[in-house]
C-alpha cells in the first residue's frame, strides 16, 4: 500500500480536509479514491489526491 495525499477546499481556499489514504497502485486511487469523495459529499468541492512523487491522480476545481 501506498500514501496518497487528498486535500479538499472551499471556494474562499479554506482547507475543509486534509487526510493521507492508502491504495495499492495509481489506478486504484483513481477508483477508490473517487469512491472516498463521493462518500465525503466533496465532490463538488474543489479537491485534489495526490501520490507521494506529487503526480495529480484526481482533481476538480
Known amino acids: 500500500m501506498k500514501p496518497y495525499k487528498f486535500t479538499a477546499y472551499e471556494p474562499t481556499g479554506k482547507l475543509i480536509v486534509e487526510e493521507t489514504w492508502?491504495?495499492?497502485?495509481?489506478?486504484?486511487?483513481?477508483a477508490k479514491g473517487q469512491d472516498k469523495i463521493d462518500e465525503?459529499?466533496?465532490?463538488?468541492?474543489?479537491?485534489?489526491?495526490?501520490?507521494?512523487?506529487g503526480k495529480l491522480i484526481l482533481f476538480h476545481v
Open 22 to 30: 492508502e491504495f495499492a497502485s495509481d489506478e486504484e486511487a483513481k
Open 40 to 53: 465525503k459529499q466533496l465532490t463538488e468541492a474543489t479537491h485534489r489526491l495526490v501520490n507521494t512523487s
